[in-house]
């Protein structure tokens, strides 16, 4: 689902590690871009795990040296 709802945004799925999403997008649509990923996450984690609340974190960094 995660490409589908970047469509239009340029930005681009680039990792994925356990319960990490790494995301390469132009600065002037970060922070649009960091919403859909929180939220995308979250309605994820949702639909799995009905109990427990989640709550993803998204950083915006300038390069991967800053994660």
Do not use: N, Q
């Amino acid at each position: 689902m995660l490409p589908y709802v970047l469509e239009g945004t340029r930005a681009i799925v680039v990792g994925c590690v356990h319960d990490e999403i790494l995301l390469e997008t132009p600065i002037e649509v970060t922070d649009e871009v960091a919403l859909i990923l929180k939220e995308t996450m979250e309605e994820a984690g949702t639909s799995f795990l009905k109990v427990v609340p989640i709550e993803a974190e998204v950083v915006i960094v300038g390069s991967w040296a800053e994660k």
